[in-house]
Protein backbone atom coordinates (compact mmCIF):
# COMPACT_ATOMS: atom_id res chain seq x y z
CA UNK A 1 0.00 0.00 0.00
CA UNK A 2 1.14 3.74 -0.72
CA UNK A 3 2.35 5.35 2.02
CA UNK A 4 1.06 8.83 2.99
CA UNK A 5 3.97 11.44 3.55
CA UNK A 6 2.95 13.01 6.63
CA UNK A 7 5.25 16.19 6.17
CA UNK A 8 4.05 19.92 6.97
CA UNK A 9 0.65 21.18 5.73
CA UNK A 10 -0.02 23.34 2.81
CA UNK A 11 -2.41 24.44 1.26
CA UNK A 12 -4.12 22.58 -1.47
CA UNK A 13 -5.28 23.53 -4.64
CA UNK A 14 -8.96 23.42 -3.90
CA UNK A 15 -8.28 25.17 -0.60
CA UNK A 16 -6.62 28.14 -2.97
CA UNK A 17 -9.43 27.94 -5.02
CA UNK A 18 -12.07 28.92 -2.68
CA UNK A 19 -10.18 32.00 -1.74
CA UNK A 20 -10.70 35.63 -3.13
CA UNK A 21 -8.58 36.03 -6.60
CA UNK A 22 -5.46 37.75 -5.86
CA UNK A 23 -3.61 39.87 -8.57
CA UNK A 24 -1.64 37.63 -11.38
CA UNK A 25 1.22 40.30 -10.64
CA UNK A 26 1.85 40.75 -6.86
CA UNK A 27 3.73 43.52 -7.34
CA UNK A 28 0.67 45.34 -8.95
CA UNK A 29 -1.13 44.45 -5.39
CA UNK A 30 2.07 45.88 -3.22
CA UNK A 31 4.21 48.33 -5.58
CA UNK A 32 7.92 48.59 -4.40
CA UNK A 33 10.72 49.30 -6.62
CA UNK A 34 12.63 45.81 -6.80
CA UNK A 35 14.83 46.57 -9.94
CA UNK A 36 15.72 48.65 -12.88
CA UNK A 37 14.16 51.29 -14.16
CA UNK A 38 12.15 50.48 -17.65
CA UNK A 39 12.61 53.71 -19.07
CA UNK A 40 14.20 57.27 -18.15
CA UNK A 41 11.80 58.97 -16.14
CA UNK A 42 9.27 56.08 -16.09
CA UNK A 43 8.22 55.08 -12.69
CA UNK A 44 7.64 51.60 -13.73
CA UNK A 45 9.99 48.86 -13.05
CA UNK A 46 10.97 45.35 -13.62
CA UNK A 47 12.49 42.94 -10.92
CA UNK A 48 16.02 42.15 -12.26
CA UNK A 49 16.50 38.89 -14.30
CA UNK A 50 19.93 37.14 -14.86
CA UNK A 51 20.89 36.64 -18.11
CA UNK A 52 19.32 33.73 -20.22
CA UNK A 53 22.10 30.91 -20.20
CA UNK A 54 22.59 28.88 -23.28
CA UNK A 55 20.30 26.28 -23.30
CA UNK A 56 22.74 23.26 -23.15
CA UNK A 57 24.19 24.52 -19.72
CA UNK A 58 20.68 24.40 -17.77
CA UNK A 59 20.45 20.46 -18.68
CA UNK A 60 24.16 19.92 -18.20
CA UNK A 61 25.42 17.59 -15.76
CA UNK A 62 27.01 20.09 -13.60
CA UNK A 63 23.43 21.87 -13.27
CA UNK A 64 21.18 18.41 -12.61
CA UNK A 65 23.26 16.91 -10.13
CA UNK A 66 22.55 19.59 -7.35
CA UNK A 67 18.96 19.01 -8.55
CA UNK A 68 19.11 15.58 -7.93
CA UNK A 69 20.74 15.94 -4.61
CA UNK A 70 18.35 18.48 -3.33
CA UNK A 71 15.24 16.43 -3.94
CA UNK A 72 17.15 13.56 -2.77
CA UNK A 73 17.47 15.51 0.36
CA UNK A 74 14.02 17.05 0.52
CA UNK A 75 12.21 13.72 -0.58
CA UNK A 76 14.26 10.77 -0.19
CA UNK A 77 10.75 8.52 -0.43
CA UNK A 78 8.80 10.34 -2.23
CA UNK A 79 5.75 8.38 -3.11
CA UNK A 80 2.53 8.53 -4.90
CA UNK A 81 0.14 10.40 -2.40
CA UNK A 82 -2.92 8.59 -3.75
CA UNK A 83 -4.29 5.55 -1.54
CA UNK A 84 -4.56 2.02 -3.49
CA UNK A 85 -3.87 -1.43 -2.00
CA UNK A 86 -3.13 -2.80 -6.14
CA UNK A 87 -2.11 -1.85 -9.31
CA UNK A 88 -6.19 -1.62 -10.06
CA UNK A 89 -6.75 0.77 -7.09
CA UNK A 90 -4.25 3.14 -8.58
CA UNK A 91 -4.97 3.01 -11.72
CA UNK A 92 -8.78 4.10 -10.76
CA UNK A 93 -7.32 6.84 -8.44
CA UNK A 94 -5.24 8.11 -11.38
CA UNK A 95 -8.14 8.50 -13.59
CA UNK A 96 -9.92 10.08 -10.80
CA UNK A 97 -6.88 12.39 -9.92
CA UNK A 98 -7.23 14.38 -13.40
CA UNK A 99 -8.44 18.11 -12.31
CA UNK A 100 -8.63 17.26 -9.02
CA UNK A 101 -6.64 16.99 -5.95
CA UNK A 102 -5.29 13.78 -4.47
CA UNK A 103 -7.13 14.44 -0.68
CA UNK A 104 -10.10 14.61 -2.79
CA UNK A 105 -9.77 11.23 -4.34
CA UNK A 106 -8.63 9.51 -1.15
CA UNK A 107 -12.28 10.94 0.30
CA UNK A 108 -13.46 9.20 -2.24
CA UNK A 109 -12.24 6.19 -3.00
CA UNK A 110 -12.37 3.97 0.07
CA UNK A 111 -15.88 3.63 0.04
CA UNK A 112 -15.60 3.52 -3.95
CA UNK A 113 -13.08 0.51 -3.72
CA UNK A 114 -14.88 -1.39 -0.40
CA UNK A 115 -18.30 -1.20 -2.40
CA UNK A 116 -16.66 -2.77 -5.79
CA UNK A 117 -13.26 -4.09 -5.18
CA UNK A 118 -12.25 -6.02 -8.78
CA UNK A 119 -12.18 -4.81 -11.88
CA UNK A 120 -15.18 -7.03 -12.94
CA UNK A 121 -17.43 -5.02 -10.41
CA UNK A 122 -16.39 -1.58 -12.45
CA UNK A 123 -17.12 -3.31 -15.91
CA UNK A 124 -20.39 -3.89 -14.35
CA UNK A 125 -21.34 -0.65 -13.58
CA UNK A 126 -23.77 1.26 -15.02
CA UNK A 127 -22.73 4.82 -16.18
CA UNK A 128 -25.07 6.55 -13.81
CA UNK A 129 -24.00 4.55 -10.74
CA UNK A 130 -20.63 5.08 -10.93
CA UNK A 131 -20.97 8.89 -11.70
CA UNK A 132 -22.69 9.49 -8.94
CA UNK A 133 -20.07 7.66 -7.00
CA UNK A 134 -17.45 9.94 -8.25
CA UNK A 135 -19.08 13.16 -8.77
CA UNK A 136 -17.30 15.25 -6.44
CA UNK A 137 -13.99 14.43 -8.25
CA UNK A 138 -15.06 16.33 -10.91
CA UNK A 139 -15.71 15.86 -15.03
CA UNK A 140 -17.37 12.61 -13.66
CA UNK A 141 -18.33 11.90 -16.84
CA UNK A 142 -15.96 11.27 -18.84
CA UNK A 143 -13.99 9.86 -15.94
CA UNK A 144 -16.79 7.31 -15.33
CA UNK A 145 -16.79 6.22 -19.28
CA UNK A 146 -12.96 5.91 -18.88
CA UNK A 147 -12.92 3.79 -15.21
CA UNK A 148 -16.19 1.37 -17.29
CA UNK A 149 -14.24 0.91 -20.01
CA UNK A 150 -10.55 0.47 -18.79
CA UNK A 151 -11.85 -1.99 -16.27
CA UNK A 152 -13.69 -3.69 -19.68
CA UNK A 153 -11.20 -4.29 -21.27
CA UNK A 154 -8.61 -5.33 -18.00
CA UNK A 155 -11.41 -8.10 -18.14
CA UNK A 156 -11.64 -8.88 -21.51
CA UNK A 157 -8.16 -8.71 -23.04
CA UNK A 158 -5.65 -9.03 -20.33
CA UNK A 159 -7.79 -11.72 -17.75
CA UNK A 160 -8.68 -9.19 -14.79
CA UNK A 161 -4.96 -7.79 -14.51
CA UNK A 162 -3.74 -4.60 -15.03
CA UNK A 163 -1.13 -5.02 -17.86
CA UNK A 164 2.42 -4.26 -17.32
CA UNK A 165 3.78 -2.86 -19.87
CA UNK A 166 2.87 0.52 -21.54
CA UNK A 167 2.16 -0.19 -24.90
CA UNK A 168 -0.81 -2.28 -23.62
CA UNK A 169 -1.52 0.49 -21.01
CA UNK A 170 -1.97 2.86 -23.37
CA UNK A 171 -5.15 0.81 -25.11
CA UNK A 172 -6.52 1.44 -22.12
CA UNK A 173 -9.63 3.87 -22.55
CA UNK A 174 -8.82 7.24 -20.77
CA UNK A 175 -4.66 5.80 -20.02
CA UNK A 176 -2.17 8.30 -21.31
CA UNK A 177 1.63 8.36 -20.75
CA UNK A 178 0.80 9.60 -17.79
CA UNK A 179 -1.32 7.74 -15.96
CA UNK A 180 0.47 4.66 -17.40
CA UNK A 181 4.00 6.06 -16.20
CA UNK A 182 2.34 6.05 -12.42
CA UNK A 183 0.62 2.57 -12.60
CA UNK A 184 3.44 0.92 -14.11
CA UNK A 185 6.02 2.90 -12.03
CA UNK A 186 4.14 3.50 -8.77
CA UNK A 187 2.39 -0.64 -8.56
CA UNK A 188 4.44 -2.32 -10.43
CA UNK A 189 8.19 -0.56 -10.20
CA UNK A 190 8.32 -0.67 -13.89
CA UNK A 191 10.36 2.36 -15.55
CA UNK A 192 8.80 3.43 -18.50
CA UNK A 193 9.29 6.98 -17.98
CA UNK A 194 8.95 10.35 -16.07
CA UNK A 195 5.43 11.31 -15.13
CA UNK A 196 4.53 14.51 -16.00
CA UNK A 197 1.97 15.70 -14.23
CA UNK A 198 0.76 19.71 -13.79
CA UNK A 199 3.64 19.97 -11.46
CA UNK A 200 6.28 18.71 -12.96
CA UNK A 201 5.45 20.41 -16.53
CA UNK A 202 5.63 23.81 -14.50
CA UNK A 203 9.17 23.16 -12.46
CA UNK A 204 10.76 21.50 -15.56
CA UNK A 205 10.16 25.19 -17.33
CA UNK A 206 10.89 26.61 -14.13
CA UNK A 207 14.17 24.96 -14.09
CA UNK A 208 14.57 25.14 -17.81
CA UNK A 209 15.17 21.37 -18.39
CA UNK A 210 12.60 21.61 -21.30
CA UNK A 211 10.96 24.57 -23.44
CA UNK A 212 8.20 21.81 -24.96
CA UNK A 213 4.50 22.52 -24.85
CA UNK A 214 3.20 19.18 -24.32
CA UNK A 215 3.52 16.89 -21.30
CA UNK A 216 4.33 14.20 -23.77
CA UNK A 217 7.26 16.07 -25.38
CA UNK A 218 8.79 17.66 -21.74
CA UNK A 219 8.52 13.77 -20.86
CA UNK A 220 10.90 12.93 -23.92
CA UNK A 221 13.08 15.96 -22.70
CA UNK A 222 13.17 14.40 -19.22
CA UNK A 223 14.15 10.84 -19.95
CA UNK A 224 16.64 12.37 -21.74
CA UNK A 225 17.85 14.19 -18.84
CA UNK A 226 17.49 11.51 -15.70
CA UNK A 227 18.82 8.20 -15.26
CA UNK A 228 15.67 5.28 -16.37
CA UNK A 229 17.01 3.78 -12.48
CA UNK A 230 15.89 7.68 -11.27
CA UNK A 231 12.69 7.84 -13.59
CA UNK A 232 10.30 7.10 -11.09
CA UNK A 233 11.40 8.39 -7.75
CA UNK A 234 12.31 11.82 -9.64
CA UNK A 235 8.61 12.22 -10.73
CA UNK A 236 7.34 11.70 -6.84
CA UNK A 237 10.00 14.06 -6.23
CA UNK A 238 9.47 16.91 -8.29
CA UNK A 239 5.33 16.61 -7.95
CA UNK A 240 6.16 16.78 -4.01
CA UNK A 241 8.82 19.88 -4.60
CA UNK A 242 5.64 21.34 -6.52
CA UNK A 243 3.20 21.20 -3.72
CA UNK A 244 5.66 21.85 -0.92
CA UNK A 245 8.24 24.67 -2.46
CA UNK A 246 7.63 25.45 -6.38
CA UNK A 247 4.02 26.05 -6.10
CA UNK A 248 2.13 27.42 -9.28
CA UNK A 249 1.10 30.44 -7.60
CA UNK A 250 3.31 31.48 -4.74
CA UNK A 251 6.29 29.86 -5.30
CA UNK A 252 8.33 29.60 -1.85
CA UNK A 253 11.45 30.91 -3.01
CA UNK A 254 13.05 32.12 -0.11
CA UNK A 255 13.12 28.63 1.38
CA UNK A 256 14.00 26.70 -1.83
CA UNK A 257 17.56 24.96 -2.21
CA UNK A 258 17.52 25.96 -5.82
CA UNK A 259 17.01 29.25 -5.86
CA UNK A 260 20.69 30.00 -6.41
CA UNK A 261 20.32 28.23 -10.12
CA UNK A 262 16.88 28.76 -11.13
CA UNK A 263 16.54 31.55 -13.35
CA UNK A 264 12.87 30.82 -13.68
CA UNK A 265 10.90 34.81 -14.82
CA UNK A 266 7.90 34.30 -12.22
CA UNK A 267 10.58 33.69 -9.08
CA UNK A 268 9.72 35.54 -6.08
CA UNK A 269 13.14 36.42 -4.91
S1 LIG B 1 13.63 29.35 -6.86
FE1 LIG B 1 11.38 29.52 -6.82
S2 LIG B 1 10.73 29.26 -8.95
FE2 LIG B 1 12.84 28.51 -8.80
S3 LIG B 1 12.64 26.29 -8.42
FE3 LIG B 1 12.81 27.30 -6.41
S4 LIG B 1 10.69 27.67 -5.73
FE4 LIG B 1 10.63 27.24 -7.95
Known sequence: MARKLKSTKIP?????ASRPARPRDRH????????HATAAGSSKTTAPRRKAKPKAEYTSPERLHPIFAALDKLFPHAQCALHHKNAFELLVATILSAQCTDERVNKVTPHLFQTYPTPQDF???????LENEIRSTGFYR????SIIGASKKIVTDFGGQVPRTMEEMLTLPGVARKTANVVLGTAYGIPT?????????RIAHRLKLSDEGTPEKVEQDLIKLVSPERWILFGHQVIWFGR??????????TECP???ICDAPDKTV
Open 12 to 16: NDAAR
Open 258 to 260: LET
Open 244 to 253: KICAARKPLC
Open 142 to 145: NKAK
Open 123 to 129: AALSQPV
Open 193 to 201: GVVVDTHVF
Open 28 to 35: AANPRPRG
